[in-house]
Protein backbone atom coordinates (compact mmCIF):
# COMPACT_ATOMS: atom_id res chain seq x y z
CA UNK A 1 0.00 0.00 0.00
CA UNK A 2 2.92 2.60 0.72
CA UNK A 3 4.34 1.57 -2.48
CA UNK A 4 1.10 2.46 -4.38
CA UNK A 5 0.88 6.04 -2.42
CA UNK A 6 4.09 6.82 -3.17
CA UNK A 7 3.85 6.05 -6.38
CA UNK A 8 0.99 8.42 -6.81
CA UNK A 9 2.59 11.35 -4.82
CA UNK A 10 5.36 11.13 -7.57
CA UNK A 11 3.40 11.47 -10.07
CA UNK A 12 1.49 14.13 -9.02
CA UNK A 13 4.44 16.10 -8.56
CA UNK A 14 4.54 17.72 -11.60
CA UNK A 15 0.82 18.82 -11.25
CA UNK A 16 2.05 21.40 -9.01
CA UNK A 17 4.68 22.87 -10.88
CA UNK A 18 2.26 24.30 -13.45
CA UNK A 19 0.51 27.63 -12.69
CA UNK A 20 -2.85 28.11 -11.54
CA UNK A 21 -6.30 27.48 -14.43
CA UNK A 22 -8.28 30.21 -13.64
CA UNK A 23 -11.60 28.77 -12.49
CA UNK A 24 -14.38 29.25 -14.92
CA UNK A 25 -16.38 30.29 -11.72
CA UNK A 26 -13.75 33.00 -10.55
CA UNK A 27 -14.06 36.56 -12.40
CA UNK A 28 -10.85 37.85 -13.86
CA UNK A 29 -8.31 39.26 -11.74
CA UNK A 30 -8.65 42.54 -13.53
CA UNK A 31 -12.34 42.46 -12.67
CA UNK A 32 -12.26 41.13 -8.98
CA UNK A 33 -9.99 44.51 -8.13
CA UNK A 34 -11.99 46.75 -9.84
CA UNK A 35 -15.05 45.46 -8.02
CA UNK A 36 -14.44 42.81 -5.09
CA UNK A 37 -18.16 42.77 -4.09
CA UNK A 38 -19.00 40.80 -7.09
CA UNK A 39 -20.14 37.43 -6.13
CA UNK A 40 -20.95 34.14 -8.26
CA UNK A 41 -24.48 33.95 -8.57
CA UNK A 42 -25.51 31.00 -10.89
CA UNK A 43 -24.28 29.44 -13.73
CA UNK A 44 -25.46 27.15 -16.88
CA UNK A 45 -24.89 25.89 -20.43
CA UNK A 46 -26.09 27.03 -23.60
CA UNK A 47 -26.20 24.32 -26.50
CA UNK A 48 -26.91 24.24 -29.88
CA UNK A 49 -28.55 20.93 -31.82
CA UNK A 50 -27.13 19.21 -28.75
CA UNK A 51 -23.80 20.11 -28.82
CA UNK A 52 -22.26 22.26 -25.77
CA UNK A 53 -21.13 26.07 -26.99
CA UNK A 54 -20.39 27.76 -23.83
CA UNK A 55 -20.85 27.51 -19.92
CA UNK A 56 -21.89 30.76 -18.58
CA UNK A 57 -21.22 32.36 -15.06
CA UNK A 58 -23.37 35.61 -13.63
CA UNK A 59 -21.76 37.39 -11.07
CA UNK A 60 -23.27 40.28 -9.34
CA UNK A 61 -23.93 42.03 -6.16
CA UNK A 62 -25.86 41.40 -3.16
CA UNK A 63 -29.43 42.95 -4.08
CA UNK A 64 -32.67 40.94 -5.04
CA UNK A 65 -32.33 41.03 -8.52
CA UNK A 66 -29.01 41.38 -10.30
CA UNK A 67 -28.32 44.87 -11.51
CA UNK A 68 -24.95 46.71 -13.04
CA UNK A 69 -22.22 46.41 -11.77
CA UNK A 70 -22.27 42.46 -12.75
CA UNK A 71 -20.05 40.10 -15.17
CA UNK A 72 -20.95 37.41 -17.33
CA UNK A 73 -18.38 35.18 -18.31
CA UNK A 74 -18.26 32.90 -21.19
CA UNK A 75 -16.13 29.70 -21.13
CA UNK A 76 -16.24 28.34 -24.73
CA UNK A 77 -16.13 24.60 -25.74
CA UNK A 78 -16.12 24.98 -29.37
CA UNK A 79 -14.68 27.20 -31.73
CA UNK A 80 -16.22 30.14 -33.01
CA UNK A 81 -14.70 32.95 -34.71
CA UNK A 82 -15.40 36.81 -33.44
CA UNK A 83 -17.67 37.92 -36.27
CA UNK A 84 -19.96 35.01 -35.68
CA UNK A 85 -19.85 36.31 -32.03
CA UNK A 86 -20.63 39.50 -33.00
CA UNK A 87 -22.83 38.70 -35.59
CA UNK A 88 -25.23 36.14 -33.26
CA UNK A 89 -25.19 38.97 -30.74
CA UNK A 90 -26.40 41.42 -33.34
CA UNK A 91 -29.39 38.97 -33.74
CA UNK A 92 -30.24 38.45 -30.07
CA UNK A 93 -30.16 42.31 -29.12
CA UNK A 94 -32.99 42.52 -31.71
CA UNK A 95 -35.28 41.35 -29.44
CA UNK A 96 -34.53 44.46 -27.01
CA UNK A 97 -35.78 47.37 -29.06
CA UNK A 98 -32.37 48.46 -30.53
CA UNK A 99 -32.80 50.63 -33.74
CA UNK A 100 -31.32 49.33 -37.10
CA UNK A 101 -28.84 52.23 -36.80
CA UNK A 102 -27.74 51.16 -33.30
CA UNK A 103 -27.39 47.34 -33.97
CA UNK A 104 -25.28 48.57 -37.12
CA UNK A 105 -23.47 50.54 -34.60
CA UNK A 106 -22.67 48.11 -32.16
CA UNK A 107 -21.72 45.37 -34.81
CA UNK A 108 -19.23 47.25 -35.88
CA UNK A 109 -17.52 47.91 -32.69
CA UNK A 110 -18.38 44.39 -31.31
CA UNK A 111 -16.67 42.91 -34.45
CA UNK A 112 -13.38 45.27 -33.74
CA UNK A 113 -13.52 43.44 -30.67
CA UNK A 114 -14.94 40.01 -30.04
CA UNK A 115 -11.49 37.76 -30.69
CA UNK A 116 -12.04 34.37 -32.12
CA UNK A 117 -11.99 31.37 -29.32
CA UNK A 118 -11.64 28.47 -28.77
CA UNK A 119 -12.19 25.81 -26.50
CA UNK A 120 -10.91 26.45 -22.99
CA UNK A 121 -11.27 30.32 -23.91
CA UNK A 122 -13.20 33.30 -21.85
CA UNK A 123 -14.95 36.12 -22.39
CA UNK A 124 -16.12 37.99 -19.47
CA UNK A 125 -18.26 41.16 -19.94
CA UNK A 126 -18.54 43.43 -17.52
CA UNK A 127 -21.69 45.88 -17.65
CA UNK A 128 -21.64 48.93 -15.20
CA UNK A 129 -24.60 51.69 -15.40
CA UNK A 130 -23.13 53.46 -18.95
CA UNK A 131 -21.01 51.43 -20.37
CA UNK A 132 -20.07 47.60 -21.12
CA UNK A 133 -16.20 46.12 -20.87
CA UNK A 134 -15.00 43.28 -21.99
CA UNK A 135 -11.92 41.11 -20.88
CA UNK A 136 -10.72 38.14 -22.87
CA UNK A 137 -8.55 35.05 -20.91
CA UNK A 138 -8.00 37.37 -18.36
CA UNK A 139 -7.38 40.11 -20.08
CA UNK A 140 -8.94 43.76 -20.81
CA UNK A 141 -9.90 43.94 -24.68
CA UNK A 142 -11.90 47.19 -25.31
CA UNK A 143 -15.21 48.48 -23.60
CA UNK A 144 -18.33 49.87 -25.73
CA UNK A 145 -19.57 53.39 -24.30
CA UNK A 146 -23.06 53.36 -24.72
CA UNK A 147 -25.69 52.71 -21.80
CA UNK A 148 -27.92 51.52 -24.31
CA UNK A 149 -26.03 49.01 -25.71
CA UNK A 150 -25.03 47.93 -21.83
CA UNK A 151 -28.45 47.06 -21.49
CA UNK A 152 -29.10 45.32 -24.16
CA UNK A 153 -25.65 43.27 -24.53
CA UNK A 154 -26.77 41.77 -21.18
CA UNK A 155 -29.98 41.19 -21.77
CA UNK A 156 -29.15 38.47 -24.30
CA UNK A 157 -29.07 36.31 -21.15
CA UNK A 158 -30.77 38.32 -17.86
CA UNK A 159 -33.62 39.65 -19.66
CA UNK A 160 -37.03 37.61 -19.48
CA UNK A 161 -37.41 38.37 -22.88
CA UNK A 162 -34.40 36.36 -23.83
CA UNK A 163 -34.17 33.38 -26.69
CA UNK A 164 -32.98 30.77 -24.02
CA UNK A 165 -35.23 30.87 -20.97
CA UNK A 166 -33.39 27.58 -19.26
CA UNK A 167 -29.91 29.62 -19.55
CA UNK A 168 -31.37 32.42 -17.74
CA UNK A 169 -33.03 30.86 -15.03
CA UNK A 170 -30.18 28.73 -14.33
CA UNK A 171 -27.52 32.00 -14.12
CA UNK A 172 -30.20 34.01 -12.03
CA UNK A 173 -30.63 30.96 -9.43
CA UNK A 174 -28.24 31.50 -6.94
Known amino acids: MRRREASLA ?3 TP ?3 LPPVASANQPPKALSALLPDLRPWGSGEFRRFGFLVYEATLWAGESEQPKPPLALGLTYKRNIEGKAIAEASVDQMRRFDASDAQLKAWGQQMLALFPDVKP ?3 I ?3 QLADRARFFFNEQPIGEIDDPAFARAFFAIW ?3 RTSEPSLRSALLKR
Request: aromatic content about 0%; hydrophobic content about 60%.
Open 15 to 17: LLL
Open 120 to 122: GDR
Open 124 to 126: VGL
Open 158 to 160: LDP
Open 10 to 12: LAA
